[in-house]
């Protein structure tokens, strides 16, 4: 997937706020948009097609993965979700750059395809931590909790291969740090060069001590 924008992977286990803290970044840093996830699962209360997922049939996932509409898929807790390809590059298409909240698994499937993106881990201070905000979800039995308690520490595992940890102690202090991160990658050299050469061609052209940085 070729483009001047960038790809930005939030993942963190359930109950750990990528969801709440994308939606804020979204809102305070311009240039930036979700794609929306699909999903086969049933849409939780309050939860509204077009913004939270796209939910949709199994058989019409299925159909999306074998024509390689996904960018990457996942299947967690019996249901799949997905990203699709083209909502991905319409976005970038559009002057965007592009978040997805995906898990551990899709940023893996995504590493191994070879796609550029900037990954960030979003951590709960403690399993204590966690454990408080699924149950204030109301959302989940018991037992689904403590699975998704036991699912976080295999997740926990995969940060070392993520660019970036943000602790999700305090909302505004991870916010911030979020829009810290997206505003250094912006301001990367091998992403301002390009911008550069194209507005200064009289003055780069030719000079090899900026035309053969990359």
């Known amino acids: 997937m070729e483009s001047s924008k960038i790809l930005f992977v939030i993942s963190s286990p359930s ?7 994308t939606r804020k970044l979204v809102k305070s840093v311009p240039g930036i948009k ?6 086969t699962r049933e ?3 309050n939860e509204k097609e077009g913004l939270d997922y796209h939910f949709v049939s199994t058989q019409r996932f299925d ?3 074998s024509s390689g509409e996904m960018l990457e898929w996942a299947e967690i807790y019996g249901h799949r979700y997905g ?22 698994q899709g940023a893996a499937q995504l590493r191994a395809s070879g796609v550029e993106f900037v990954c960030i881990f979003l951590m709960p201070p403690s399993e204590d931590v966690l454990a408080e905000r699924l149950h204030k979800r109301h959302r ?10 036991a699912f976080s520490y295999h997740e926990f595992l995969q940060v070392h291969h993520y660019d970036y940890i943000v602790i999700n102690d305090s ?3 991870a916010l911030e740090e979020l829009t810290s991160i997206i505003v250094a990658e912006r ?13 200064w061609h009289e003055m780069v052209d030719g000079d090899p001590a900026i035309c053969d940085q990359s």
Not at 85 to 97: F, M, N, P, S, T
Not at 140 to 149: A, G, K, P, T, V
Not at 187 to 192: E, F, L, V, Y
């Open 43 to 45: 849409p939780y209360k």
């Open 171 to 173: 909302i505004n202090q």
């Open 63 to 65: 159909e999306m993965v």
């Open 15 to 21: 109950g750990g706020g990528k969801t709440t803290l």
């Open 187 to 199: 301001c990367r050299r091998d992403r301002i060069l390009p911008r550069i050469k194209k507005q």
């Open 34 to 39: 979700p794609s929306v996830s699909f999903t």
């Open 83 to 104: 990203t699709c390809r083209h909502a991905v590059k319409q976005l970038q298409a559009g002057g965007y750059d592009v978040i997805l909240t995906i898990d551990t």
């Open 140 to 149: 989940d039995s018991e037992e689904m909790i403590n699975l998704r308690l």
